[in-house]
T-cell receptor, first 114, second 112 residues
Framework: SQTIHQWPATLVQPVGSPLSLECTVEGTSNPNLYWYRQAAGRGLQLLFYSVGIGQISSEVPQNLSASRPQDRQFILSSKKLLLSDSGFYLC?????????????FGNGTRLTVT | GQSLEQPSEVTAVEGAIVQINCTYQTSGFYGLSWYQQHDGGAPTFLSYNALDGLEETGRFSSFLSRSDSYGYLLLQELQMKDSASYFCAVRDLEQAGTALIFGKGTTLSVSS
């Protein structure tokens, strides 16, 4: 069966510090991968999605970036965090080649920028 | 771009029936999905409608009318554990590939 791992679960970082969140998927090949952010009590905002290694599409211009160095690894980064980057970051995957494939989410990382 | 509208909050009692509506605007529609998220947890998939009509999965049903750009999630025989946020979401292949665009969510509170 497929599993998705996301870490860390919680993170407190000062303004201006760098960020690296990692997500890995097991049990499937060439998944579509996604990063979403959820502000407190709000909906899910699509940040990035990837259909293959090195292929990243950005939905919202900001100081965040994403990379996919391996087939089942998706990394969210920032060089300098802002207070507004606080939120709940969710990684997700879906099956490639099936447009109606549901998204499967990791347990998320709760980021607080102080 | 895309936009989805759903009520922000709904309250109900155990055993009741609740309908959560969702209207959407998107240029390249490819199905309406529903997800459930308990407080502090990850969203989980509930249902998907690509064609008009009703899809039933146990106590939950989902409906779609593409001509009206409208759908709803129907929850029957409500239980306390159904207290959660519910999100409708659409795929717009032209704008965001296979990614889902989510509404802001409806918080359902079930009381005894």
């Amino acid at each position: 069966s497929q599993t998705i791992h996301q870490w860390p679960a919680t993170l407190v970082q000062p303004v201006g510090s760098p960020l690296s969140l990692e997500c890995t998927v097991e049990g499937t090949s060439n998944p579509n991968l996604y990063w979403y952010r959820q502000a407190a009590g709000r909906g899910l905002q699509l940040l990035f999605y990837s259909v293959g290694i090195g292929q990243i599409s950005s939905e919202v211009p900001q100081n965040l970036s994403a990379s996919r160095p391996q087939d089942r690894q998706f990394i969210l980064s920032s060089k300098k965090l802002l207070l507004s980057d606080s939120g709940f970051y969710l990684c997700a995957w879906s099956k490639t080649g099936r447009v109606n494939s549901p998204l499967h989410f990791g347990n998320g990382t709760r980021l607080t920028v102080t | 771009g895309q936009s989805l509208e759903q009520p922000s909050e709904v309250t109900a009692v155990e055993g009741a029936i609740v309908q959560i509506n969702c209207t959407y605007q998107t240029s390249g529609f490819y199905g309406l999905s529903w997800y459930q998220q308990h407080d502090g947890g990850a969203p989980t998939f509930l249902s998907y409608n690509a064609l008009d009509g009703l899809e039933e999965t146990g106590r939950f049903s989902s409906f779609l009318s593409r001509s009206d750009s409208y759908g709803y999630l129907l929850l029957q025989e409500l239980q306390m554990k159904d207290s959660a946020s519910y999100f409708c979401a659409v795929r717009d292949l032209e704008q965001a590939g296979t990614a889902l665009i989510f509404g802001k969510g409806t918080t359902l509170s079930v009381s005894s």
